[in-house]
């Protein structure tokens, strides 16, 4: 509730990745060759399932941020004192910022058609389901940052220097295919790169439509599934200590 109340947290999360979509697919659309199958294929449509995944990020920044106001106001103190268990905190919180990054994303994937990718039940559904694994990782993530943060500032400095340059190396720019061999390991290590694969197949079920080798359905799932309850399980490790930001 108090997300939407702040409608400027709103047009940071949406407008942010569309300015981005635009002027960055705009720009390189005239000297993009894909590596795939469809020569067809301009840069607004590849870079389409990167910029879904982008809102999913910027929602994961704004809604931790929570956990700084929180501990600020007094009122994280008053939970950690409260007769529940750890993980409860975590998940409530995790899966808070995961149903906002989720609505957002599909607001913005509504935008598909429009470049003439079919949002037909099935692909609709799995990409639901892929940007909900993707949303739990990077909430869970923004959440261990956020709760060794002491200022808003630092923490914004901080998810800039490390989930930006992790969403540059997730295929969502530029393919894997082209960068150098350090470059690629570096992409294939990124568990980021693996939700815009799976997002890419979703809203491609025709595997001959993807001619450039990204990773399958099942090993992107795997991953993201794996990367997820990891993240979960060190957020509750870290709630569990007594103490906030020492």
């Known amino acids: 509730m108090r997300f939407f109340r702040q409608r400027n947290r709103i047009l940071g999360a949406l407008g942010t990745p569309l300015v981005f979509w635009l002027l960055i697919g705009s720009g ?51 939970v950690l004192v409260a007769p529940i268990p750890r993980y409860t905190l975590v998940l409530g919180k995790i899966l808070g910022g ?27 559904l799995s990409a639901v389901g892929i940007l909900s694994l993707v949303a739990f990782g990077l909430t869970g993530l923004g959440f261990l940052i956020a709760w060794r943060t002491d200022s808003t ?8 220097l490390f989930l930006i340059p992790m969403w540059l190396l997730s295929g969502a720019v530029f393919p894997a295919s082209g960068a150098p061999t350090w470059l690629r390991w570096v992409m294939k290590l990124n568990p980021l790169t693996y939700g815009v694969a799976a997002l890419r197949r979703a809203l491609y079920p025709e595997s001959q439509v993807l001619g450039n080798p990204i990773p399958s359905s099942a090993l992107s799932l795997t991953i993201l599934l794996l990367f997820g309850l990891f993240i979960f399980w060190m957020s509750v490790l870290l709630a569990g200590r007594q103490t906030l930001g020492d």
């Open 28 to 78: 390189f659309g005239a000297s993009f060759r894909p590596p795939m199958a469809i020569q067809e294929m301009n840069y607004l449509e590849y870079s389409f399932p990167g910029t879904v995944i982008l809102i999913l990020l910027f929602t994961a920044i704004f809604s931790t941020i929570s956990v700084i106001e929180d501990r600020r106001e007094g009122f994280l103190q008053s």
């Open 153 to 160: 500032q630092g923490f914004h400095a901080i998810m800039n």
């Open 98 to 124: 995961t149903a906002l990054a989720v609505s957002q994303g599909l607001l913005f994937l509504l935008l598909a058609p429009t470049l003439g990718i079919s949002l037909r039940p099935a692909p609709f």
